[in-house]
């Protein structure tokens, strides 16, 4: 009944040897750091909700969109939202604009509408807009948006 626990209790010696002439080390535990100050009670750790977004603040640039085409990425947006629709921040207002689908050229006029997040965050295309484009649902396309003429 020793043998055994004598070769358990040598394990240890035989790895650090080990660990010696391979040169592999095998990570220590870590020890908990003796600051001196109590920690909080876990009731005092509660996290700080993040303010709600403002819809009605616009952060999009009001000349983001170009009479050359401005290009973005759009997924499907509402399947609910009956219409042609686009809601980009590319714009601040709703407006009237065209989008064309770069892999086919196909086009269709559509009711831009402001998407209040970053200029650079992708768009949100309406279901009628995915099907009169010939747009694959269930992934991103790539778009160019331009105002209406």
């Known amino acids: 009944m020793l043998i055994p626990l004598l070769a358990l209790t040598s ?6 040897a080990a660990q010696e002439v ?13 600051t001196g100050l109590p920690l909080p009670a876990p009731e005092a750790l509660v996290e700080t909700p993040l ?4 819809p009605t603040q616009v952060t999009a640039d009001p000349d983001a969109l170009s009479a050359a085409g401005s290009p ?23 407006r009237p604009g065209r989008v064309v689908l770069d ?6 006029q559509v009711t ?10 992708g768009s949100r295309l309406s279901l009628d807009a995915m099907r009169a484009l010939g747009a694959p649902l ?3 396309v790539e778009l160019t948006v331009y105002p209406a003429s």
């Open 103 to 108: 892999s086919s050229g196909a086009s269709v």
């Open 72 to 94: 973005t990425v759009a997924g499907l947006g509402d399947p609910a939202k009956p219409g042609l629709w686009l809601e980009t921040p590319l714009v601040n207002a709703a």
């Open 51 to 54: 303010p709600e977004a403002d």
């Open 112 to 121: 831009l509408l402001p998407l209040n997040t970053a200029p650079t965050a």
């Open 22 to 34: 391979t040169g592999f080390l095998r990570p220590k535990p870590a020890e908990p750091m003796a």
């Open 11 to 16: 394990c240890d010696s035989v790895s650090d």
């Open 138 to 140: 269930t992934e991103l």
